[in-house]
Nanobody
C-alpha cells in the first residue's frame, strides 16, 4: 500500500490550498481516512478524519476552515484548507486505517506566510 500526498506549498495568510492523497489500494475498504500534521518541534496531530458511516471529525484549530472529502472511484482523499494561518504551517500526512492495516503517506509541506 502506498499513499502519495500532494498539493502543499507556500501561501499567504488568508489563502487556500487543496491537498490530495492518492492510494494504490481501494480506500473504500478502510474505515477511517484522515489527515494529520506535524509542525517543527511539535507532536503530530489530527487535522481531520472521515469515519465510514459516522461523518467527520476535525481538530479544534481547523474547524470551520478545513474540509475533508474523498473520491472512492479515484481512490483519493482531499483536504480543502481555507483561511490559512501561519500556525497551520506543518507537514501534512494522509492516513488510512482499517482491519486491513494502518498506512501513512509521505507528507507534503504547507507553509503559510504572515
Amino acid at each position: 500500500v502506498q499513499l502519495q500526498a500532494s498539493g502543499g506549498g507556500l501561501v499567504q495568510t488568508g489563502g487556500s490550498l487543496r491537498l490530495s492523497c492518492v492510494s494504490t489500494v481501494n480506500i473504500a475498504l478502510f474505515d477511517i481516512l484522515g489527515w494529520y500534521r506535524q509542525a517543527p518541534g511539535k507532536q503530530r496531530e489530527l487535522v481531520a478524519e472521515a469515519i465510514k458511516g459516522n461523518g467527520a471529525n476535525y481538530g479544534d484549530s481547523v474547524k470551520g476552515r478545513f474540509s475533508i472529502s474523498k473520491d472512492y472511484a479515484a481512490n483519493r482523499l482531499y483536504l480543502q484548507m481555507n483561511s490559512l494561518k501561519p500556525e497551520d504551517t506543518a507537514v501534512y500526512y494522509c492516513r488510512i486505517q482499517g482491519s486491513r492495516g494502518d498506512y501513512w503517506g509521505q507528507g507534503t509541506q504547507v507553509t503559510v506566510s504572515s
